[in-house]
């Protein structure tokens, strides 16, 4: 079975990248990003690492299928998880974590990084853990000082109001702990059964469309390649074409301005591959009122979130014009009406929704471009 189908077909011969410091996405995708390489560093008490370093050195919970070692033998699987009810102790962890780092303190106690490295060798920026209860494995999401909001809250509405647009979002539940909030998001690439846990592959958008997470790559930073993409990997193209539209409009509404492409992913639970469900949705409000930028090309206009921009390409999506529009004023209808009652359902207090107020409430969305960029 090969990693990956395109870059990394079944073939004899010697595969050699100069992408992504040298090592192809595939892999990349399995190897933790800021979060993770803070811990590490501090544990190894080294900045040189490398990117091989890195995956030899996070454990073997990461996302997807992949496992690494020195050894022919593939390393055992996980066995032991941290539970749900140690939540509080690994939030207290990654506290003393941050502080320390924060004070310029050097290295990393011996117990913090027990509980803190199950949490390292997933992607992302934000300090988090993996959690397991009865139901199966958690990513968990914690607060970080500088949050403007209560962002497990914020976080947790928007899964649920995407799910409300008709999108596939992965599930979620909101712990409080120690009188703060985590989010904790079900992990889509582990399914739970009596034998232990199947793993399922994963690409991050980035590996499907070929590019770099340099900003030098900008020009493939694009839902419409994506939907390229989506159409030569997905087993189920036309339902995922629409997805990925419906998800790009709903980015646009609440203002989702961080939709880069590892915010989106591929997975595959048996041979297929197909997009996994929607995940990292956060809105933004503090952006133009007339103009603002999702992280992907959207339309002929490059990123501008606008009704008019997200419509001029229905094609790549294999959708009429007629349905493009309905889906697009399905999504506004639905953010419209519901954000703030979710929010507030999630336990957002009232002066924080009025903070983000302005991320579901924005005019650029129906202005016209042609005058807009003219201006
Ligand atoms: N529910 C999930 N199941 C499996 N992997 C996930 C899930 N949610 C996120 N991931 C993976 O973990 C990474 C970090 O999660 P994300 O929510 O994006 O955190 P951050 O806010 O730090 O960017 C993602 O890029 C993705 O690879
Ligand atoms: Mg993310």
């Known amino acids: 079975m090969p990693l990956e189908p395109y870059e990394l077909p079944l073939t004899p011969r010697r595969a050699q990248t100069v992408k992504l410091e040298g ?169 739970l059964t009596a034998e232990g846990y199947l793993r399922h592959r994963m690409i991050s958008g980035l590996t499907a469309l070929g590019a770099e997470d340099s900003h030098g790559d900008r020009a493939k930073w694009s839902y419409l390649l994506l939907a390229d993409e989506l159409r030569r990997r997905s087993a189920r193209p036309v339902q995922d074409l629409e997805e990925l539209f419906r998800r790009m409009v709903f980015n646009a509404l609440i203002s989702n301005t961080d939709d880069h492409p590892r915010n989106h992913a591929l997975i595959a639970a048996a041979s297929e591959w197909e997009l996994s469900p929607a995940y990292d949705l956060t809105p933004n409000p503090l952006t133009s009122v007339e103009k603002r930028d999702l992280a992907m090309t959207c339309g002929i206009h490059n990123r501008y979130a606008n009704r008019t921009n997200l419509l001029s390409q229905h094609g790549q999506f294999k959708l009429s014009l007629e349905r493009a529009t309905a889906i697009v004023d399905d999504v506004q209808q639905v953010v419209a009406a519901r954000w703030h009652t979710v929010l507030r359902q999630h336990g957002t207090t009232p002066p924080d929704c009025d903070r983000l107020a302005g991320a579901f409430n924005y005019p650029g969305f129906e202005l016209d471009p042609a005058v807009v960029l003219a201006g």
């Not at 022919?72 to 939030?91: E, G, H, S, T, Y």
């Not at 990513?139 to 109001?161: H, I, Q, T, Y």
């Open 23 to 191: 090592i192809f996405g595939v892999l990349r995708d399995a190897s933790p990003d800021a979060w993770g390489r803070r811990i590490i560093e501090k544990h190894t008490g080294r900045i040189d690492l490398t990117e091989v370093d890195y995956l030899l050195h996070s454990p073997e919970d990461r996302a997807g299928a992949l496992s690494f070692g020195r050894g022919k033998a593939p390393p055992a699987p996980v066995r032991k998880f941290n539970q749900i009810i140690q939540l509080d102790a690994l939030l207290a962890a990654a506290e003393k974590f941050m502080d320390d780092e924060a004070a310029g303190q050097p290295g990393i106690p011996e117990q913090v990084f027990e509980l803190l490295r199950p949490g390292s060798s997933i992607g992302g920026a934000r300090p988090k853990n993996v959690v397991e209860d009865g139901e199966g494995l958690w990513l968990a999401k914690f607060p970080e000082k500088g949050d403007k909001w209560s962002n497990a809250r914020v976080e947790g509405a928007m899964l649920a109001l995407a799910q409300e647009c008709g999108i596939r979002a992965a599930r979620h539940r909101i712990e409080t702990v120690a009188n703060k909030d985590v989010l904790l998001v079900q992990r889509f690439d582990r399914t």
